[in-house]
């Protein structure tokens, strides 16, 4: 007769082990089925890519702030290298004075201790002892007030260089965490248009082709219109440097978007406006932000902005156009696009700058 034995209970611990790793192999299972996160559409990666590109010019901007920043202390570092070097020359120059006196003395019968007090390591003191100046002749006297007073100068512009040089290497520093960032963000859109199949591709790059040329034809229409001449360059005297500026960046419409560059065949925004205006001979800063100040500065409302001025963008003022008439400007957008039309309202305003 077969024996039939009840199973042994389980323990508790156990137990418990073997429920939980049921719910985990549950819920893993949830996870990587039924809430999969869906790929992006190619829209939603163009809206995150034009964020990036946004984000890498503000930084690309910065950065080249910051170039301009180290190029000035450099040239600053390098004037007072320069002068501390012919200071040092004049300090020595007195030294070799001071030894002569020495020598002097000590061919008519040894060294005076007057002479022992110039040739110190700190013939300030002996300036302070009335009684060893008035044991000197006048020219000992002054030369060693020639050597005190050059030896003060040399150690003021020593000083000041080392500042000018703690101050440049904060700067490249901080030159060299900007230009990691802004590549950083041009990676990652980059990696994201990988993302997309070259059919994807190629459809954002047709609608943002139509947007420019639908841009250009408002342009276009506004500029021949004969009731309001305001909207076209009717207005911008013929010759004047306005004009050639204008022209100059009309002459660029198609150019490639590169960051950091400014010509003559590939631009980023403030890099195309500091060439447009260097065609007509006019000298303009080379960042959108320095660029706001250099001219006058007619407020934010697009009425009142005439062909020829800079529309500069952005609470932080990263991105700057030409203002052509029509209520378009001409500017240099974000990486993979070309310098074409836009609305000029089409981002927010933070100055109209007339040059």
Not at 23 to 48: N, W
Request: one cysteine or more; charged letters at 20%.
């Amino acid at each position: 007769m077969a024996s039939h034995r009840r199973p042994k209970p389980v323990g508790r611990t156990r137990a418990s082990i073997l429920t939980a790793a049921a719910a985990t192999a549950v819920a893993l299972s949830s996870q990587t089925g039924a809430h999969a996160d869906p790929a992006p559409t190619k829209e939603q990666v163009a809206a995150q890519v034009d964020q990036l590109n946004e984000q890498a010019e503000a930084a690309n901007e910065e950065y080249l702030a910051a170039t301009e920043k180290q190029q000035d202390l450099q040239k600053q570092v390098t004037r007072l290298q320069d002068q501390v070097a012919r200071q040092q020359a004049e300090v020595s120059g007195v030294q070799g004075r001071l030894a002569e006196v020495a020598a002097q003395q000590y061919r008519d019968g040894g060294i005076s201790p007057t002479v022992k007090l110039m040739l110190s390591s700190n013939p300030g003191d002996f300036l302070g002892q009335a009684g060893a100046v008035s044991r000197m002749n006048a020219t000992q006297a002054d030369t060693l007030k020639s050597f005190k007073a050059e030896q003060a100068k040399l150690d003021v512009q020593k000083t000041e260089a080392e500042h000018k040089l703690a101050e440049l290497d904060t700067s490249t520093r901080a030159l060299k965490a900007k230009k990691e960032e802004f590549q950083g963000k041009l990676a990652k859109a980059s990696a994201l248009l990988n993302t997309l199949t070259q059919k994807e591709k190629e459809e954002l790059a047709a609608a943002e082709a139509r947007a420019a040329a639908a841009a250009k034809a408002t342009a276009d229409r506004a500029s021949r219109d004969t009731v309001r001449p305001d909207l076209g360059t009717a207005d911008v005297p013929t010759g004047s440097y306005t004009a050639r500026a204008i022209e100059a960046v009309k002459s660029k419409l198609g150019s490639p978007y590169v960051y950091g560059a400014a010509g003559p065949n590939q631009f980023d925004c403030s890099g195309l406006m500091q060439w447009a205006y260097r065609q007509a001979g006019v000298s303009i800063p080379r960042t959108s932000q320095s660029q706001a100040g250099a001219g006058t500065n007619v407020g934010t409302n697009i009425a009142n902005a005439k062909p020829g001025d800079l529309v500069i963008y952005y609470s932080d003022r990263h991105h700057v156009g030409m203002y052509v008439g029509g209520g378009q400007v001409i500017h240099a957008p974000h990486t993979g696009a070309v310098v074409r039309y836009v609305s000029a309202t089409a981002m927010p305003i933070s100055a109209i700058v007339r040059i």
